[in-house]
């Protein structure tokens, strides 16, 4: 059974900065694909960044210059630093990995922004 665990949450003044953790655990051969995603009160889950098991990022536009995602293939671990926040960056953010075309998602870890 795969689990994946999110840390690093919190609250944070506008301009401030957070980092957020995603620890995948089980029987896992190789990740494809580890992500962060956010769903804020009313709105639907959305694309922050993703990362390929080569390095490769996508950002969505909204945080692109500010967010940065990283990951550790060794501890199957996936990161995501958060600079210049702002108070729309206000959703829980969730993890997801895609091991062998499947995708796992964590339970999610709350970032608040105050202005």
């Known amino acids: 059974q795969v689990q994946l665990v999110e840390s690093g949450g919190g609250l944070v003044q506008a301009g401030g900065s957070l980092r957020l953790s995603c620890a995948a655990s089980?029987?896992?051969?190789?990740?494809?694909?580890m992500g962060w995603y956010r769903q804020a009160p009313g709105k639907q889950r959305e694309l922050v960044a993703v990362i390929t098991s080569g390095g490769a990022t996508n950002y969505a536009d909204s945080v692109k210059g500010r967010f940065t995602i990283s990951r550790d293939n060794a501890k199957n671990t996936v990161y995501l630093q958060m600079n210049s926040l702002k108070p729309e960056d206000t959703a829980v953010y969730y993890c997801?990995?895609?091991?062998?075309?499947?995708?796992?998602w964590g339970q999610g870890t709350q970032v608040t922004v105050s202005s």
């Open positions: 089980g029987i896992i051969f190789s990740i494809n694909v």
């Open positions: 997801k990995a895609v091991i062998v075309n499947r995708n796992y």
